[in-house]
């Protein structure tokens, strides 16, 4: 018979246990993860001890991604249920949530069940608008609505730690697997805390559109850096009209009191497509790619376990309204085997939650990658569509192609384009996997040389190295934030345990 516990001993952990021989391998696998069982005899039986807790890509142990794990057992998923012996911990609190139905394993964040749900959480919001007192001396970030600390955020946060050590940090994430930056605090969406540390934090910083319900604080500022320079058509200039969609983007744009901006030519579309008609916009390169100036892909391809030597390709194809998962245009294992690569596939944020990761021989899926700059360090080529990683990868001079098989669908039904994009790419324009090993084979940089230059003279001029100084020099000279602390006393901390 095979039945299972938990256990919050040291590693929080699933323990399967069973008679007769003991099983060579043990594993929980989920969409984007997986935990490694520790197999042990026990008497005339076996145990498996599965950590509900991973590193991935190097960093440090984390509880795991929140989703659905199977649980596997000699390559296999267990059928049909597994009893459970002992008391059911529905909240391991400062972890994660765990709970067993059958032979699958649920992980949630670790929010207390009492918050976890509709009342909970209309609670907490009314005691977030109600919130009164001194603001905090502190930066609430967010990156992809907290599936990663990445992107200009991240950019930033690293700046100013730096530049004014005494400011408190918050990071909001989806659950305690996203790795925030050093000396930062992770706060998880919808939990006490991440409402407390948005109401009082003097600035918020972030890279998408603010979710849940917002309300303003007397002199609090939100920061939007946005998170690319658009080829397709965004917020008000999207196809069809939509009263509803245009009483949100308006209504979203009216929170923010600065956007960022990577060149002239974003400055003005975003200008337009969010109606920010009366508010500053910061044109100063974007702090994301002060690293592909500075930095060095050694360490990372290293870290994904390729030789210096390799050829590494990365496909990061945008996402698609009609679709939730990364677009299938390439065969990721025979792009690699055709041209003697290294293939990184990276899905867009967008379907990092709903998709899987792909396989194969010499194929890295790197979706749930923590950081797209990085990447970027750590490839030659660059093969997307319509992505605004186009404009970020030129920073490097690096050869990019452009796949394009549903250009028509996607120009005339979906989204449209601001330029068109086969008149002035940077790079060969290609519609199938054929003809896109044909131009990765010829390597004709020459033939695209004068496009290359003409589109990192518009779009990256202001992309130098240093944009992220001179983003956290004008936060700190407008007193958007303080170098130090204010008085901490004046803030209600018991909001956190109420």
């Known amino acids: 018979m095979t039945h299972a516990r938990f256990t919050t001993d040291g590693t929080p952990a699933l323990v399967v246990e069973g008679d007769g021989p003991a099983p060579e391998a043990a594993q929980l696998a989920g969409p984007r993860a997986r935990s490694a069982g520790?197999?042990?005899?026990?008497?005339?039986?076996?145990?498996?001890?599965?950590?509900?807790?991973?590193?991935?890509?190097?960093?440090?142990?984390?509880?795991?991604?929140?989703?659905?794990?199977?649980?596997?057992?000699?390559?296999?998923?267990?059928?049909?249920?597994?009893?459970?012996?002992?008391?059911?911990?529905?909240?391991?609190?400062?972890?994660?949530?765990?709970?067993?139905?059958?032979?699958?394993?649920?992980?949630?964040?670790?929010?207390?069940?009492?918050?976890?749900?509709g009342e909970g959480q209309d609670a907490l919001e009314r005691r977030y608008v109600a919130q009164s007192g001194a603001l905090e001396n502190a930066v609430f970030f967010e990156s992809f609505y907290g599936r990663n600390a990445s992107c200009n955020p991240y950019a930033i946060d690293r700046e100013l730690s730096a530049r004014a050590p005494g400011v408190t940090r918050y990071w909001s994430v989806v659950d305690l697997s996203v790795q925030v930056p050093d000396g930062a605090i992770a706060v998880v969406e919808g939990s006490p805390a991440w409402w407390r540390a948005r109401g009082a934090s003097r600035l918020?910083?972030?890279?998408?559109?603010?979710?849940?319900?917002?309300?303003?604080?007397?002199?609090?500022?939100?920061?939007?850096?946005?998170?690319?320079?658009?080829?397709?058509?965004?917020?008000?200039?999207?196809?069809?009209?939509?009263?509803?969609?245009?009483?949100?983007?308006v209504r979203e744009s009216r929170r923010w009191d600065v956007l960022l901006a990577q060149n002239p030519y974003a400055a003005g579309i975003l200008r337009r497509a969010y109606a920010f008609l009366t508010r500053p916009i910061w044109i100063e390169g974007y702090p994301r790619n002060d690293v592909l100036v500075t930095g060095d892909g050694s360490a990372i391809r290293r870290m994904?376990?390729?030789?210096?030597?390799?050829?590494?390709?990365?496909?990061?194809?945008?996402?698609?309204?009609?679709?939730?998962?990364?677009?299938?245009?390439?065969?990721?294992?025979?792009?690699?085997?055709?041209?003697?690569?290294?293939?990184?596939?990276?899905?867009?944020?967008?379907?990092?939650?709903?998709?899987?990761?792909?396989?194969?021989?010499r194929v890295?899926?790197?979706?749930?990658?923590?950081?797209?700059?990085?990447?970027?360090?750590?490839?030659?080529?660059?093969?997307?569509?319509?992505?605004?990683?186009?404009?970020?990868?030129?920073?490097?001079?690096?050869?990019?192609?452009?796949?394009?098989?549903?250009?028509?669908?996607f120009r005339g039904a979906l989204r449209g384009f601001y330029f068109?994009?086969?008149?002035?790419?940077?790079?060969?324009?290609?519609?199938?996997?054929d003809e896109l090993v044909d131009a990765l084979r010829a390597d004709d940089r020459g033939a695209h040389a004068e496009a290359y230059s003409a589109w990192r003279a518009k779009f990256n001029a202001r992309d130098d190295g240093h944009a992220a100084e001179r983003v956290v020099a004008r936060l700190l000279d407008q007193g958007f934030i303080e170098?130090?602390?204010?008085?901490q006393g004046v803030i209600d901390r018991g909001f956190i345990e109420r």
């Open 420 to 433: 068109d994009l086969a008149a002035h790419a940077p790079g060969p324009v290609v519609r199938t996997q």
């Open 204 to 249: 918020i910083v972030v890279n998408d559109w603010l979710r849940r319900r917002f309300s303003r604080r007397p002199g609090q500022k939100v920061v939007q850096t946005w998170h690319g320079t658009p080829l397709k058509r965004l917020a008000l200039h999207r196809p069809g009209f939509d009263p509803r969609r245009m009483a949100a983007v």
């Open 304 to 361: 994904l376990g390729i030789g210096t030597d390799e050829r590494v390709l990365l496909y990061a194809p945008t996402w698609r309204d009609d679709r939730s998962e990364i677009v299938d245009f390439i065969d990721p294992a025979a792009l690699a085997a055709a041209t003697d690569s290294v293939v990184l596939v990276r899905g867009h944020s967008r379907t990092l939650q709903p998709g899987r990761d792909t396989g194969g021989p």
């Open 364 to 409: 890295i899926d790197v979706t749930g990658f923590p950081d797209t700059s990085q990447l970027l360090l750590a490839a030659d080529a660059l093969i997307t569509d319509y992505s605004s990683v186009m404009f970020d990868f030129s920073v490097t001079g690096k050869p990019m192609y452009f796949l394009v098989p549903d250009m028509e669908h």
């Open 38 to 117: 520790e197999v042990s005899e026990v008497g005339a039986g076996w145990s498996v001890s599965f950590p509900l807790e991973a590193s991935r890509w190097g960093g440090p142990r984390l509880a795991l991604p929140s989703g659905a794990y199977d649980v596997r057992i000699d390559g296999a998923a267990v059928a049909g249920t597994l009893p459970l012996t002992g008391t059911l911990p529905l909240t391991m609190l400062g972890t994660l949530r765990a709970e067993l139905d059958g032979a699958t394993l649920h992980i949630g964040p670790p929010i207390d069940p009492a918050y976890d749900s």
């Open 483 to 487: 170098r130090g602390f204010i008085d």
